[in-house]
């Protein structure tokens, strides 16, 4: 039994291996001085340990995690344009192309993925509605669509206008997930479909490759239980002087 209708289970597995790699790649490259880039706060930290009940090594983790997770959110947009492209009919273009998924001909469909609806903002809404106009000028049957993996919290597929700024064309329109799936596969619940079987996908792909990942990799912490180890103090103590060690009083002596 196949997981989802409109898509091979080899494509499925695929998109998720390489969603994967990404998250061990991104784990693998983190640094200790990543860890500092844009400070952290550790008096945060401190109360999250004590107030949270969690570990030393749990709460260097999080926020190792926080800090990956833009370059995440990224890729999961990819996957969702990897995932698309496997559709019979369809497919994904490379990055620089501008548009993300077309029909196989490009002469009838054409879309910019986004993961959330608040990516874009700004003057950047009149240049993606600009980019969406010109995709399918010359086109007259084809539509284009910006589309929202994670909208506002509705369904929706409607005719996208700006009118501040004049922006009116029958043919661009702004798609919530489900309705895009449902145009690319023809059926209504194709996104519930999918998002069903999504856990069972990723827990027999990681199954079948005997893995068991952890939430970072564990060479930040050695290194900052290490620095503390050497300076004679506990790890808040030295996440703190690190932080602030251009402050007055810095750095300070465990108690």
């Known amino acids: 039994m196949s997981y989802v209708s409109f898509l091979s289970d080899e494509h499925l597995l695929s998109c998720i291996e390489r969603l994967y790699n990404v998250y061990e790649k991104k784990k693998d490259e983190f640094t200790l001085s990543k860890f500092y880039e844009n400070q952290i706060d550790p008096i945060k930290l401190l109360f999250d340990m ?17 800090k990956i997770d833009k370059s995440i959110s990224n890729a999961i947009g990819t996957f969702h344009e990897e995932l698309l492209g496997g559709i019979d009919g369809y497919m994904k273009h490379p990055v620089g192309c501008g548009f ?24 950047n809404l009149q240049n993606l509605y600009s980019d969406l106009e010109s995709y399918i000028e010359d086109k007259p049957n084809a539509k284009s669509y910006w589309v929202q993996i994670i909208s506002a919290g509705q369904s929706f597929n409607e005719n996208w206008t700006i009118p501040a700024h004049n922006k009116y064309n029958p043919n661009v329109y702004k798609i ?35 893995l068991k990942p952890t939430i970072s990799n564990i060479n930040v912490y050695k290194q900052l239980c ?6 004679k103090v506990s790890l808040n103590i030295q996440l703190m002087n690190d932080t602030f060690k251009n402050y007055n009083g810095f750095p300070i002596k465990n108690i």
């Open 50 to 66: 004590n107030f949270f009940g969690i570990s030393q090594e749990e709460v260097i983790a999080r926020e190792i995690q926080r």
């Open 100 to 123: 993300d998924i077309t029909d196989s001909q490009c002469n009838l469909l054409f879309s910019d993925i986004k993961n959330k609806h608040n990516t874009v903002k700004g003057s």
């Open 176 to 210: 919530s997930a489900d309705r895009f799936y449902e145009v690319l596969t023809g059926k209504k619940n194709a996104f519930a479909e999918l998002c069903t079987v999504l856990p069972i996908a990723i827990n027999d792909f990681l199954d079948s490759k005997q």
């Open 226 to 231: 290490t620095r503390a180890l050497n300076n």
